[in-house]
């Protein structure tokens, strides 16, 4: 369920230089890196789905992986100097991280690159209440 801004979850200082000022976590030190529970990774700050745990796939970078999202939960924008992808959410364009292709990791060959302070895990057992 999406959050209307009004509603939005209260950011910690941490959670807020990531997702607002687009920082970025030292790798393996994440939460989600090494995680491997089964239902939905959510955006921290305005709850809309971003990632299901089968999409979620040991990159070796540090930071937690993705190889698909959501459908329309991933807003995509280049960075300035054009090297880069940013992903933002969707719905409050908070800062997830970057996402790369042609790494030839996984079968999709993507690679979301996330950091754990910018999502929120919700259990496969929670969603079917």
Known sequence: MKKNKTDWNKLSNEEAHVILNKGTERPF???YNDFKKQGVFICRQCEQA???TSDKFDS???WPSFDDEIP???KRIPDADGRRVEIVCSNCDGHLGHVFKGEQL???NVR???NSLSIKFISTLNLEK
């Open 60 to 62: 070796g970078c540090g």
């Open 50 to 52: 971003l990632y299901k």
């Open 72 to 74: 329309e939960s991933i």
């Open 106 to 108: 996984t079968s999709k």
């Open 112 to 114: 979301h690159c996330v």
């Open 29 to 31: 030190t994440g939460e």
